[in-house]
């Protein structure tokens, strides 16, 4: 009789086991497993990124510069560098200091982040995001003035680095600012790289030192950041 009480209170003890690790909710509900000795050992770091020229032009060179403090010995290894999910690059941490340039980034806005990777005694972080804007780039306007009292006349402007594929597409536009007020030009998408723009008589008039600019507009995603000025005169 004694032995019989053993076996049911042995089966009493363990079912519970049984049925938590095998009918429970479909995972065993097991202890996390313990830290690797090695990540608890590593000294914390801070990431911290910077910009060298911030807006940028298209085409122009941007040195994205992380450095890297940490709370034991001086961080070594290699940082990341990411444009939101895609990889930019790597660079090795010279004194705790990791430098990377790019010159191919398109325009609009760009979430940089650098990555610190870690070493064997201080553990991985990660910088807060640089939001890089790159402008687009009027290389060119024909013609580049004209003479007060002009009837109006059709810009033709040339660039690069515009949204999609680093060219013009229809939303950007023009714009024409004198004295500090802008206005809006009529404008039409021609091809890639080229727009042409109506300069109405009403801005000949007079003489003036007038500038233009384009700029992606798009009531849904929000505007892209403006072009580089080009001056445009109109002389008496």
Known sequence: MKKTYRIALCLFVLLPVVFSVGWGSGTAQLPDPPIPQTDVMRSRTTTILSSSVNPSKCGQAV???ATVTSAGPTATGEVKF???TTALGTA????GVAKLTKSTLGYGFHWITAQYLG???SAKSRSPVVIQVV???IKSLSPASATAGSSSLTL??????FPKGNSFVPGTQAFWVANGIATQ???TFVNRSMLTAVIPDSLLNTAVTAHIYVQYLDPLEGNG???NLVRFNVTD
């Open 119 to 121: 070493d064997s005694a």
């Open 185 to 187: 030009l009529a404008t």
């Open 135 to 137: 402008r687009p780039l």
């Open 156 to 161: 033709a402007i040339t660039g690069l680095c």
């Open 225 to 227: 950041p403006k072009s």
């Open 92 to 95: 090795t941490l010279l004194d």
């Open 63 to 65: 040195t994205f510069t």
């Open 82 to 84: 990411w444009n939101a």
